[in-house]
T-cell receptor
């Protein structure tokens, strides 16, 4: 059974600081996704990582993937209040690219002014 | 704009009644859609895979007779919660896979809040 774990579960950080969210998964996977969820809303796609060593950046967020370690990171640079949200990673079950996603536990990020 | 639309966004129903949630792909055909459930402050749990023209595939522990899924067309899947109980109150989210030459893309609907009173 595929398991996806994130840490930390909760994160409070000051504006302007840097931090990293970690996503570990238990079995080989084709791809890894990062999503953002605001309270009461659905998911917003942030990144799709398709191969070992993949790195993608958008604004203050940067995601990377190490398939050998089964680890992905979401790095936040110089955090701003607008980044407060819950972040999920999700892993595609190894089923020939069938996007049957298993989600991580989520990291609730609060940026403090 | 949204490429996967859910309706209704919020619904309140009485215990024992049934409620239907629709998931539509707006500008592409989706042979496969997925239904997730999310309880407050928890992660998303996959309930079932909806397959156009065939029976849905349910995840372990999900009652197929309680959560009826119909994928009658390439752009519409419906989830019907039958004989709803307060513990069914949750946020239900669908997703659809859009096939492309450079790979597949997953789109999520806006979600539907169900409250059973």
């Amino acid at each position: 059974e595929l398991k996806v774990e994130q840490n930390p579960l909760f994160l409070s950080m000051q504006e302007g600081k840097n931090y990293t969210i970690y996503c570990n998964y238990s079995t080989t996977s084709d791809r890894l996704y990062w999503y953002r969820q605001d309270p009461g809303k659905s998911l917003e796609s942030l990144f799709v990582l398709l191969s070992n060593g993949a790195v993608k950046q958008e604004g203050r967020l940067m995601a990377s993937l190490d398939t050998k370690a089964r680890l992905s990171t979401l790095h936040i640079t110089a955090a701003v209040h607008d980044l407060s949200a819950t972040y999920f990673c999700a892993v595609d079950k190894p089923n020939f690219g069938n996007e049957k996603l298993t989600f991580g536990t989520g990291t609730r990020l609060t940026i403090i002014p | 704009g949204a490429v996967v639309s859910q309706h209704p966004s919020r619904v309140i129903c009485k215990s024992g009644t049934s409620v239907k949630i629709e998931c539509r792909s707006l500008d592409f055909q989706a042979t496969t859609m997925f239904w997730y459930r999310q309880f407050p402050k928890q992660s998303l749990m996959l309930m079932a895979t909806s397959n156009e023209g065939s029976k849905a595939t349910y995840e372990q522990g999900v009652e197929k007779d309680k959560f009826l899924i119909n994928h009658a067309s390439l752009t519409l899947s419906t989830l019907t919660v039958t004989s709803a109980h307060p513990e069914d109150s949750s946020f239900y989210i669908c997703s659809a896979r859009r096939r492309g030459l450079s790979g597949n893309t997953i789109y999520f609907g806006e979600g539907s809040w169900l409250t059973v009173v």
